[in-house]
Nanobody
Framework: QVQLVESGGGLVQPGGSLRLSCAASRSISMYHMGWYRQAPGKQRELVATITNGGTTNYADSVKGRFTISRDNVKNTVYLQMNSLKPEDTAVYSC?????????WGQGTQVTVSS
């Protein structure tokens, strides 16, 4: 089973940018990948997904600000986050889906605050 490790989170001011990375333990070329987030006291929500063919999908709240991408050679998925807002504060987790099996990373904290 693939293992996922997220990195790149941190504290950033409103309007700033961060790039999250999700490194997989083995090839993810067949996996559909996604980023999700969970804020304190709220349910986990989808942020962005990218299929094994490269088709992307975004939550309305992040469209035009966030970009998901994948590098199947490096076995890594990225989330470029621009124009960050305080409401983007959450733990961001990476997800891999293939043939009915889902795998989650441990998450990385993103805090947007002045």
């Amino acid at each position: 089973q693939v293992q996922l490790v997220e990195s790149g989170g941190g504290l950033v001011q409103p309007g700033g940018s961060l790039r999250l990375s999700c490194a997989a333990s083995r090839s993810i070329s067949m996996y559909h990948m996604g980023w999700y987030r969970q804020a304190p006291g709220k349910q986990r929500e989808l942020v962005a997904t990218i299929t094994n063919g490269g088709t992307t999908n975004y939550a309305d709240s992040v469209k035009g600000r966030f970009t998901i991408s994948r590098d199947n050679v490096k076995n890594t998925v990225y989330l470029q986050m621009n124009s960050l807002k305080p409401e983007d504060t959450a733990v961001y987790s990476c997800n891999a889906y293939y043939l009915g099996t889902q795998t989650w990373g441990q998450g990385t904290q993103v805090t947007v605050s002045s």
